[in-house]
């Protein structure tokens, strides 16, 4: 097994730099390297185990679903908005950026976790017609009317049908949480958005409970209130 180096590990991971050389890397997943071993989850975030060999154990007993499905590798990386369930203990969270960048879990009901929001990163013509919109964790959803849905727009996805179920406008007056940058974490509502010629990102002033602050359109995903529910300050 390949480790991580823990001082060059992303900013995103909840860990102790400083503890031990060596944490454990990510394995195959849709969020790749900046992803969190699920490992990392169960032993630093939550305490639910000591070390990698009681997560393997409990991974493998197959109480631990993400985003619906069984998993079965402790290595497996969990990202922006996946939905992590312990059914034995019948616990749901929600990941979700905290202050400062690193991702931490948001307890949500039991419905909440039957759904996933995902941010459009881009929309393309396929083969018969169809328009199919790319996801901001690797994942695709086909959609009827092309028109309806841009880049930077959310929509929420029930995962048993995979249909989008709810869709988010980017658009000014929006709900939105900053998952990069040095306002990562924070939650407000879109003033404006300033739109830049050629090759520069368009920018956005956001209104926050501290204030109005700027940030760039690439670092925010549009949400509703179901999302801020929670303490997101980890």
Not at 4 to 29: D, H, M, N
Not at 40 to 69: F, H, P, Q, W
Not at 133 to 148: F, I, K, Q, R
Not at 153 to 181: C, N, R
């Amino acid at each position: 097994m390949t480790h991580q180096k823990r001082l060059s590990a992303p900013v995103t991971w909840p860990i102790e730099r400083k503890t031990a050389p060596f944490t454990v890397a990510p394995g195959a997943g849709p969020h790749g390297e900046s992803g969190v071993p699920i490992v990392i989850i169960l032993r630093d975030v939550l305490g639910y185990v000591d070390n990698e060999r009681e997560a393997k154990y409990a991974v493998r007993s197959g109480y631990v679903t993400v985003n619906g499905k069984t998993v079965t590798d402790h290595t497996l990386p969990l990202g922006l908005f996946d939905i992590l369930v312990f059914t034995e203990r019948e616990e749901h969270y929600r990941v979700f950026p905290g202050r400062g960048g690193r991702l931490s879990l948001t307890p949500i009901d039991p419905a909440a976790a039957e759904t996933k929001l995902s941010k459009v990163v881009g929309k393309q013509q396929i083969e018969g017609g169809q328009t199919q919109l790319s996801l901001h964790d690797g994942g695709t959803v086909l959609v009827d009317d092309p028109n309806a849905y841009g880049t930077h727009d959310s929509v929420i996805i029930d995962l048993e049908t995979h249909e989008i179920v709810h869709h988010l406008p980017y658009e000014e007056g929006a709900m939105v949480t900053a998952v990069a940058g040095q306002h990562a974490g924070v939650i407000g509502t879109i003033e404006a958005i300033d739109v830049h010629p050629g090759s520069s990102a368009n920018t956005l002033r956001l209104a926050t409970d501290d204030g109005e602050i700027q940030t760039v359109e690439q670092y925010v995903v549009v949400i509703d209130e179901n999302f801020t529910e929670g303490d997101n300050d980890g």
